[in-house]
């Protein structure tokens, strides 16, 4: 209830999460059916990168604007040049009213799913914080796409799931203020989620102080059930100290086919321009395959009838 993102728009954690949030709904639009973007924390919806809020941290230089002017953090504009995701989902942000003359504006998540999104998809918005859900209601009061709710994002899954479409993706992007003990209400969502719509796909965003932290929330990916859990990570300090941000990582329940291989390029750019004093790190691998996922329990036969 205290965070708020207007700090931290922009920044090398949001670059990652908004590179691969498009990836996904990309993946969705390869199929002609209509689908369903719920976002369980939501945000106000938009930030300004000129406001007092961004202004005081200035995270974003060290993210988004490391991607339009590579050339003034000591990278070499033409090694630079972004893959076709990348640049994608970089004109789209340049593409906004209010960026015409330079970035002024960062969508948050629920803006830029809706520039990626079609006329005949739909998105659910959960948002707990009543200024910031009022913010979001005035930016989509004119989209009958896109539907806010005031309220906590993990209980309304219970009501938003299964959407009516039957595809779709849940983006879950809590702020951490409970720490290591968000991580159990995640699990928990995800469990009573994957009951309610096996078949969605779920992107769980998570920052990376301590990796002791992160661990535990990874294995349980690995036995949640689900047949593939795709994880990227993208580290520019080492993950050793509680103080700073230091990386942050997407994990993808259902992960929709070849998204690894969508990911890897951006993912070994975004390592090279976000890096920061040291040589940034990135992963790209698997928790949970087709061929790791437990096997189905055998049908239980009748028992044979004993001739006399």
Not at 235 to 260: E, T
Request: aromatic share 8%; net charge neutral; glycine share 6%.
């Amino acid at each position: 209830m205290n965070y708020r993102h207007a700090y931290h728009a922009g920044n090398f954690a949001d670059v990652l999460k908004h590179a691969v949030l498009l990836a996904l709904i990309e993946a969705l639009k390869l199929k002609p059916a209509p689908f369903c973007v719920v976002d369980t924390h939501a945000g106000s919806g938009c930030y300004a990168l000129d406001g007092a809020e961004a202004d005081k941290t200035g995270e974003y230089k060290d993210g988004i604007t490391r991607l339009l002017f590579p050339d003034l953090h000591g990278g070499d504009a033409h090694a630079a040049a972004l893959p076709p995701l990348l640049r994608h989902w970089l004109d789209s942000i340049l593409a906004l009213p209010g960026n015409e003359h330079g970035l002024k504006l960062y969508p948050g998540s629920p803006l830029q799913a809706a520039l990626a999104m079609r006329e005949i998809d739909s998105a659910q918005l959960c948002e707990l914080h009543p200024e910031e859900a009022a913010r979001l209601r005035e930016l989509f009061r004119r989209d009958a796409r896109m539907h806010v709710h005031g309220r906590d994002g993990y209980e309304a899954l219970k009501a938003l799931l299964p959407p009516k479409e039957k595809r779709g993706l849940v983006l879950i992007d809590p702020p951490y203020e409970a720490q290591e003990a968000e991580y159990r209400l995640i699990e928990q969502a995800l469990k009573e989620a994957l009951q309610r719509w096996p078949t969605g796909i779920y992107a769980v965003w998570y920052p990376v102080k301590r990796r002791s932290q992160v661990q535990p929330f990874l294995r349980w990916l690995t036995h949640c059930g689900a047949r593939r859990v795709l994880h990227a990570e993208l580290l520019v300090h080492g993950d050793d100290s509680p103080l700073r941000l230091n990386g942050s990582g997407m994990a993808i329940i259902n992960a929709p086919w070849q998204l690894d291989e969508t990911l890897r390029e951006p993912l070994r750019a975004l390592a090279r321009l976000l890096a920061q004093e040291r040589p940034a790190e990135w992963k790209l691998d698997w928790l949970a395959t087709e061929s790791t996922a437990a096997p189905a329990k055998p049908a239980r036969l009748p028992p044979t009838p004993r001739r006399r």
